[in-house]
């Protein structure tokens, strides 16, 4: 790399809260070897030292729109410099990041850019991986190796952070998708400004797994712990995976290959689910042979497996299954539509399908084709997402959003109820036992008021217990 490089750093920087945690930044670019300004876009004047730029104003009267601002000063100085970095205030970058992108930029495809995850740290020591929650998931069919690297794409196009190259930078102003005005679509208005050169400007944002020390940034607030994100020993088994996918020792399979929805709403299902003792306690004790449909991570699997069940899963893909095929779970890669046949002649004493029906293309269609694998005695067990309780009804009223949630076509789901389940498993030949209501569990405030309802108006999920009709 060359010492001469010219790199123009800008950070966003609301307020003064995070001022400690701009320091933090400050002091890693200022030891750097290389030219570096840096440009601070503030709402306020600011006397942050020497050597540095502070420009204020917001783009738009949203306070979020601040990170925006520094899109523009980007195109004005394209031509002096050779690199060009954003970053939120509470995310720093090395000197062995910069470099870790250079050496990956020089290997990749010119519509590709390195980008980066984060992680926090908690209490007993250990990295989460903050990017890593929710729907967020890696794409198995993206691993391979490039150069002795392997690389793959990960969902979660935001970490605060990017780097861009001066020809990347020119590529993305040509493109018009740019210089915008704020906005937020799929992300936030914080969060968009920060992933544009990878939505919207033509580029796709890859990670050099091989060297995924390099391409992890610490998120200072350390917030997240416990509340999202992902344990470092769990993330490790995803890159391990990956890494054999890449190497052709692994299937790239997807469960559900065209189940991005148009509009990405917030309840899709999440990859990570966690624990469910609801969907425990009506597992029948005397099912030794358990079959799970769109299993993420497998903290309920695991259980089960702990419990002395035998636990036999269809994932949501190749990846994020990896820890609990650890920890005794078999799985079985495959497309939903496929996995009946892939299943044929064996028989389960209970047939769990969580959080994976409203997302399929004919809910009726899979729950009849997967009847077969059920034994004669066998319980079928439908957990799914209440779109029937008031919050999400208010919420749909409020964003005018009704009217794109009524099929899969229009808003990437199916507004499924008990109801609606109930249907379906009648119409499959199933009769249904009793429907448990999962309670909501969002902060205090919000559950305290919620308690006053009944589970059926409140629960954020619910679970349909059913068995052969006649």
């Given at each position: 790399m060359n010492p001469k490089m010219k790199i123009l750093v800008a950070i966003a920087n609301y307020g003064t809260k995070n001022l400690k945690y701009l320091q933090v930044l400050l002091d890693e670019y200022r030891r750097m070897p290389f030219q570096v300004d840096i440009v601070i876009l503030s709402n306020e004047p600011k006397d942050l030292g020497p050597n540095l730029e502070v420009i204020v104003g917001l783009p738009a009267k949203n306070p979020w729109s601040l990170p925006f601002g520094h899109k523009r000063l980007f195109a004005q100085r394209v031509k002096d410099y050779d690199l060009f970095i954003y970053s939120e205030d509470d995310t720093p970058l090395?000197?062995?990041?910069?470099r870790a992108f250079l050496d990956s930029v020089g290997i990749l495809p010119d519509n590709e850019i390195p980008g980066f995850l984060r992680y926090e740290v908690g209490a007993d020591g250990q990295k989460?991986?903050?990017?890593a929650h929710g729907r967020f998931h890696w794409l198995p069919e993206s691993a391979r190796q490039v150069a002795g690297n392997t690389f793959a794409q990960f969902t979660n196009?935001?970490?605060?952070c990017y780097i861009i190259t001066r020809s990347q930078l020119e590529r993305a102003i040509a493109s018009g998708g740019f210089?915008?005005?704020p906005y937020e679509a799929e992300y936030d208005m914080l969060c968009s400004a920060a992933t544009d050169p990878y939505t919207r400007c033509g580029f796709t944002k890859v990670i050099n797994i091989s060297r995924m020390e390099d391409f992890l940034l610490p998120h200072l607030p350390n917030k997240y712990v416990g509340v999202m994100g992902t344990k470092f020993d769990v993330f490790q088994t995803h890159l391990?995976?990956?890494?054999?996918i890449a190497a052709g020792r692994r299937p790239a399979v997807t469960a559900l290959p065209n189940s991005r929805p148009p509009l990405?709403?917030?309840?899709?299902?999440s990859y990570y689910e966690p624990l469910s003792g609801e969907l425990l306690s009506v597992v029948p004790k005397h099912a030794r042979s358990i079959l799970?449909?769109?299993m993420g991570t497998g903290a309920t699997e695991c259980e089960l497996v702990k419990r002395g069940h035998k636990v036999t899963a269809i994932p949501m893909d190749s990846v994020i299954s990896a820890p609990a095929e650890k920890q005794g779970v078999e799985v079985v890669h495959s497309q939903l539509d496929q996995g009946p046949a892939r299943l044929a002649g064996r028989h389960f004493d209970c047939l769990i399908i969580r959080n994976a029906l409203y997302l399929h293309q004919d809910p009726g269609s899979m729950l009849k084709a997967f009847a077969p694998v059920l034994a004669?005695?066998?319980?079928?067990?439908?957990?799914?997402?209440n779109f029937g309780n008031l919050q999400t009804r208010a919420g749909r009223l409020l964003r005018g959003a009704g009217a794109r949630l009524r099929s899969l076509r229009q808003g990437g789901v199916h507004p499924v109820s008990p109801a609606r389940v109930r249907r379906w498993l009648k119409s499959a030949g199933w009769s249904v036992e009793q429907v448990v209501h999962i309670p909501d569990t969002a902060p205090s405030k919000r559950v305290q008021a919620l308690q006053r309802l009944p589970l059926a108006l409140s629960s954020t999920e619910f679970i349909v217990t059913a068995k052969r009709s006649g």
């Open positions: 090395t000197e062995n990041n910069i989460h991986i903050s990017s196009a935001h970490s605060a210089l915008v005005e391990d995976a990956l890494k054999q990405t709403p917030p309840w899709l299902k799970t449909v769109g004669k005695d066998g319980r079928f067990l439908v957990q799914e997402p």
